[in-house]
């Protein structure tokens, strides 16, 4: 469906420079523009591009609107209000309410009237399935879980017993909400001894969960994931984790048992970070850190050692091995440097 620039810039909070008539009905890369896009412009390495391009309209600050003699919309930050007109000129598709004939629903579970149950879903004993919900093609629904209105759970996504999804979550597919935690004891012999996880996973409200990624239900409370939590593809959430509304973690995140993260917390990709540790509101942590114990927010923490070529780490390797005794000597000679000090002094 087109659009005229004039009413994108009312949902963009932008101002319009040029003609504010002409429509646009998609969005488009800067390069790969044409007549009926709009793109944007919100880094200076792509600043070079924008004369060029062939777009209907661009979004763009203050700074770089005089770079292109065409029709923009001039706001002070590009990124975020071209994803508002994305939203506009791209809506997620809208699934009409069926039940497929290969899907299997328990005869005790809820399915409101609006909801779309796909090919081969599974909704289990007494599951409640909300006002507008997906369950997409091979999703499972476990027992007395509970999905919110309006939420969607695409291809292969799980959602186990007890657990509960909020309004407007998106399960990507192949991921797992209430998988058992990793709950073991070893036995004097030596074996392992399985921990019953008795508690539940709760997603609040508007809670997007990335392909492939698991959240472990808890050992006996609540794995607990706050409203507008963002989780990307492949993450590991352990059991008993709390965390905070606002947060988003990048790929390959892992976080270990009973860990609580804060509201508002960026977590770059492939950081750890230990169980029943806490993290502060509003912390940041750069990618394929770890942390080992609780920081207090706001702040940003940086733990990783970039990659440098082979024959230099094996060296440095070298001498980190001997940190440990060169720390120890250090010592002994500050000490001997403070003692022929104090006899000076004297």
């Not at 809670?207 to 990307?232: E, F, P, Q, W, Y």
């Not at 990783?304 to 720390?327: I, Q, T, V």
Request: one cysteine or more; glycine letters at 12%; charged letters at 20%.
């Amino acid at each position: 469906m087109a659009y005229r620039l004039r009413d994108l810039a009312d949902v963009a909070q932008a101002v319009v420079r040029g003609d504010g008539e002409v429509e646009v009905d998609a969005v488009a890369p800067l390069t790969r523009a044409g007549a009926r896009h709009i793109a944007y412009c919100a880094s200076p390495r792509y600043r070079a591009q924008i004369g060029a391009s062939q777009a209907g309209a661009l979004v763009l600050t203050p700074e770089d609107a005089d770079a292109f003699p065409g029709n923009a919309l001039v706001c002070p930050d590009p990124r975020m209000a071209f994803a508002r007109i994305a939203h506009v000129l791209h809506p997620p598709e809208r699934v009409p309410p069926t039940r497929h004939p290969s899907a299997v629903i328990d005869a005790s579970a809820t399915v409101a009237a609006s909801a779309a149950v796909l090919a081969q879903a599974v909704v289990e004993a007494e599951a409640i399935i909300g006002e507008g919900v997906v369950i997409g093609p091979g999703a499972v629904v476990g027992a007395r879980a509970v999905i919110g209105e309006d939420s969607r759970l695409e291809a292969r996504a799980v959602v186990m017993h007890d657990c509960q999804v909020g309004r407007r979550c998106v399960i990507s597919p192949g991921a797992v909400i209430g998988g058992e935690g990793f709950g073991y004891v070893r036995e004097r012999d030596g074996r392992w001894l399985k921990v019953p996880q008795l508690g539940r996973v709760v997603l609040g409200d508007d809670v997007d969960v990335g392909a492939n990624t698991t959240i472990d239900r808890g050992a006996l409370g609540d794995t607990v994931v706050g409203d507008g939590v963002k989780l990307d593809n492949l993450i590991q959430i352990g059991h008993n984790v709390k965390i905070g509304e606002g947060t988003a973690m990048a790929g390959c995140v892992g976080v270990a048992g009973s860990a609580v993260i804060g509201k508002r917390c960026l977590i770059a990709g492939g950081t750890g970070i230990m169980g029943h540790i806490t993290v502060g509101d509003d912390v940041e942590v750069t990618a394929m850190s770890f942390l080992k114990g609780s920081v207090e927010g706001p702040g940003r923490f940086s733990s990783s050692l970039p990659a440098a070529p082979a024959e230099a780490w094996a060296r440095n390797l070298g001498r980190f091995r001997h940190l440990d005794e060169l720390a120890r000597r250090l010592h002994r000679v500050e000490q001997t440097i403070k003692q022929i000090l104090s006899g000076r002094n004297h």
